[in-house]
């Protein structure tokens, strides 16, 4: 019995990770898109800018360089949920602050660790 309990476990977690990869990623895939539109805060006067980056682009955003890489969208909903590759850096030493993806609808999910600055992705430029 506990021979044929720990084959059906086994092959319970073979099957799981498929199923579950099946579920997470949209029937037909991502879109990379153009580029992105990028929103950045200045936490100390509550200032905000939004800056438009084509993909390999960068633009300043109070003070820090930010790279767009890469910014992808569902296929089936070019309005859905966007994820964007961002290096953010200080211009004048060149020190990397952030650099990996950020998801528009859960920007604290992967964010920016800055004592003065925050800057997060809105969505992906289709046009």
Known sequence: MKRLFSGLLIGALAIAPAWAQEDAVPASGAVSAAGAVVRGLDKVNGHTA???IQTGGSAELFGLLVTLS???????NPTGDAYAFLTIREP?????????WMIASSPALSAL????????????SIS
């Open 113 to 124: 660790d800055h004592s003065r600055y925050d800057v997060w992705v809105l969505r992906c």
């Open 70 to 76: 890469d910014c992808r969208y569902p296929a089936d």
């Open 50 to 52: 939004d800056a438009e």
């Open 92 to 100: 004048d030493t060149g020190t990397v602050q952030f650099e990996g």
